[in-house]
């Protein structure tokens, strides 16, 4: 399975750019990386999805180095509202789409 | 345009009852993927219909099963019900069955259905 680390809580303050880093040391050729914020009792929302280098969208940018051993999530001058849980998604594949335990971002004023 | 809806949006139920969850995708999208999130948890995929067939299926005991409608609605039915499946249960649809290989398939969430079994 295409299993995923990422850190348990990160607090940052509003204005600041985040940056939040997920391994995925057992990615596979075909698999793409997915990032998707969840807000308390919403279900889960698409950000940005990449394979390699970099992609860019309205609202983040998402780093590969080239052994896709891991990826960065940046969040450019985050908000209050930006307060939520991170996931870093690997494949799909085995049949399976896993979610890990996510990142808890807490921006603080 | 109409996102995901997902119905009831809270259920109460007692140990041993089934329960039924229904899902509507967005309009034209062709796959709906079930979800269980414990609190706390991340979601706990359980299902995923495509063009009304089973595509993937995650590790879950048999009292759970869905199906898909000819309108690409979804039902998730759970049987003899257990204090352990109180939960958020998600549905995602999708235009594109995410073992598509077409790259880029993002799942659209509903806003889930909380379910309580006392």
């Known amino acids: 399975l295409a299993k995923t680390t990422q850190p348990i809580s990160m607090d940052s303050y509003e204005g600041q750019e985040v940056n939040i880093t997920c391994s995925h040391n057992n990615i596979a050729t075909n698999d793409y990386i997915t990032w998707y914020q969840q807000f308390p009792s919403q279900g889960p929302r698409f950000i940005i999805q990449?394979?390699?280098t970099k992609v860019t969208n309205e609202v983040a940018s998402l780093f590969i180095p080239a052994d896709r051993k891991s990826s960065t999530l940046s969040l450019p001058r985050v908000s209050l509202s930006d307060t939520a849980v991170y996931y870093c998604?690997?494949?799909?594949?085995?049949?399976?789409?896993?979610f890990g335990k996510g990142t808890r971002l807490h921006i603080l004023p | 345009d109409a996102g995901v809806t997902q119905s009831p949006t809270h259920l109460i139920k007692t140990r041993g009852q089934q329960v039924t969850l229904r899902c509507s995708p967005i309009?034209?999208?062709?796959?709906v993927s079930w979800y269980q999130q414990v609190l706390g948890q991340g979601p706990q995929f359980i299902f995923q219909?495509?063009?009304?067939?089973?595509?993937g299926r995650g590790n879950f005991p048999d009292r759970f099963s869905a199906r898909q409608f000819p309108n690409y609605s979804s039902e998730l039915n759970v049987n003899a019900l257990l204090l352990g499946d109180s939960a958020l249960y998600l549905c995602?649809?999708?235009?594109?069955?995410?073992?598509?290989?077409?790259?880029?398939?993002?799942?659209?969430f509903g806003p889930g259905t909380r379910l309580t079994v006392l």
């Open positions: 309009s034209g999208h062709k796959s």
């Open positions: 995602a649809s999708s235009s594109l069955s995410v073992w598509s290989g077409a790259g880029r398939v993002e799942q659209f």
């Open positions: 998604l690997v494949g799909p594949r085995d049949d399976k789409i896993i």
């Open positions: 990449g394979y390699k």
């Open positions: 219909y495509y063009e009304k067939e089973e595509r």
